[in-house]
T-cell receptor, first 114, second 111 residues
Framework: EAGVAQSPRYKIIEKRQSVAFWCNPISGHATLYWYQQILGQGPKLLIQ????????DSQLPKDRFSAERLKGVDSTLKIQPAKLEDSAVYLC????????????FGPGTRLTVT | QKEVEQDPGPLSVPEGAIVSLNCTYS??????FMWYRQYSRKGPELLMYTYSSGNKEDGRFTAQVDKSSKYISLFIRDSQPSDSATYLCAMRVQGAQKLVFGQGTRLTINP
């Protein structure tokens, strides 16, 4: 079974630029999550999708971050404009459904904002 | 105060030692408790999962939950160099999928 795929693996941008990350979850997984992991901290949930609907985006900075999951499969997370404090690893995870306790994580995209 | 507190370490022990990792939490509504292992430049992977209070054992790993003290632990017996990683505790409430993670403890097992 293929795992969660993410791209790019690394990205360096200047502040005020925009950036987008892509995630392909495990086949058949209805629930998809985006987490932000700042160096030395645990992951923090940004947004959770159930199929193509948003379940929780309470911690997403909506003035600069946006995410979508068209067709309920792949997802993209965008930051525009980026700030220095957005430097982090952005992790995508998926699970088989709302009743599933296990989330499977991708390798993450490491973003550096200079 | 953070909902979940975890000593970031780093923790360095010799091979074969027993390792104890701990988290405390403040939200009494947490019912599901997990430990994730994260190798450098990789995503976290689920190691242990416990519902409510009690102990759970899986090979060299034992997870303990004490809800009365709001305290969870992960024990690693006969530690191996391959156990060197960051260990993250995570919790969630009944009926929700959102995980709240601790800061993570960086563990090194020295051969």
């Amino acid at each position: 079974e293929a795992g969660v795929a993410q791209s790019p693996r690394y990205k360096i941008i200047e502040k005020r630029q925009s950036v987008a990350f892509w995630c392909n979850p495990i086949s058949g997984h209805a629930t998809l999550y985006w987490y932000q992991q700042i160096l030395g901290q645990g992951p923090k949930l940004l947004i959770q999708f159930q199929n193509n609907g948003v379940v929780d985006d309470s911690q997403l900075p909506k003035d600069r971050f946006s995410a979508e999951r068209l067709k309920g499969v792949d997802s993209t997370l965008k930051i525009q404009p980026a700030k220095l404090e957005d430097s982090a690893v952005y992790l995508c995870a998926s699970s088989s459904g709302l009743s599933s306790y296990e989330q499977y994580f991708g390798p993450g995209t490491r973003l550096t904002v200079t | 105060q953070k909902e979940v507190e975890q000593d970031p370490g780093p923790l360095s022990v010799p091979e074969g030692a027993i390792v104890s990792l701990n988290c405390t939490y403040s939200n009494s509504a947490f019912q599901y408790f997990m430990w994730y292992r994260q190798y450098s430049r990789k995503g976290p992977e689920l190691l242990m999962y416990t519902y409510s209070s009690g102990n759970k054992e899986d090979g060299r790993f034992t997870a303990q939950v004490d809800k009365s003290s709001k305290y969870i632990s992960l024990f690693i017996r006969d530690s191996q160099p391959s156990d060197s990683a960051t260990y993250l505790c995570a919790m969630r409430v009944q009926g929700a999928q959102k995980l709240v993670f601790g800061q993570g403890t960086r563990l090194t097992i020295n051969p």
